[in-house]
């Protein structure tokens, strides 16, 4: 799975309208996340660093729970922009993802064990598990 990073409102007008999943490496203003969902209709989840998301207005947590946007925490550790504007989970999670729920594993506990490993938010985990098909 890839996760588009977003080092500047100067790239949102570049951005894909078939993203769905974008990390903002920068403080967005209101403005910045209206044209953002506006450029990606099919957006489903907005990440932010914590710092960031607790400057998002209430207004704006609302508009994007209205569009059916998750907004969740986190980090892409380790990526550089200037190498790759994605940021790819490593197929060995998207793998120990896969088998843990072949086994009937409940989402949770995939999520918090995922989690302890990988750096992944567990919102982003259970997103990967609910996504009809895993990459």
Avoid at 12 to 26: D, M, T, Y
Avoid at 37 to 57: A, D, G, N
Avoid at 90 to 108: C, D, F, H, L, Y
Wanted: charged share 30%; net charge positive.
């Amino acid at each position: 799975m890839k996760i588009r990073v977003v080092s500047s409102r100067d790239e949102i007008l570049s951005l894909n309208p078939n993203e769905k999943v974008i990390h903002l490496a920068f403080r967005p203003s209101n403005k910045d996340i209206f044209l953002l969902v506006e450029i990606c209709p099919r957006l489903e989840i907005v990440q932010l660093p914590k710092s960031y998301q607790k400057t998002i207005s209430k207004s704006m947590e609302m508009f994007l729970e209205m569009q059916k946007i998750q907004l969740i925490e986190g980090d892409v550790w380790g990526h550089r922009k200037d190498i790759n504007e994605y940021y790819t989970v490593p197929p060995s999670v998207m793998t120990k993802i896969r088998n843990m729920q072949a086994e009937g594993i409940p989402g949770e506990k995939i999520a918090e064990k995922i989690t302890k490993e990988s750096k992944l938010n567990p919102k982003m985990i259970l997103y990967i598990l609910n996504r009809k098909q895993l990459e």
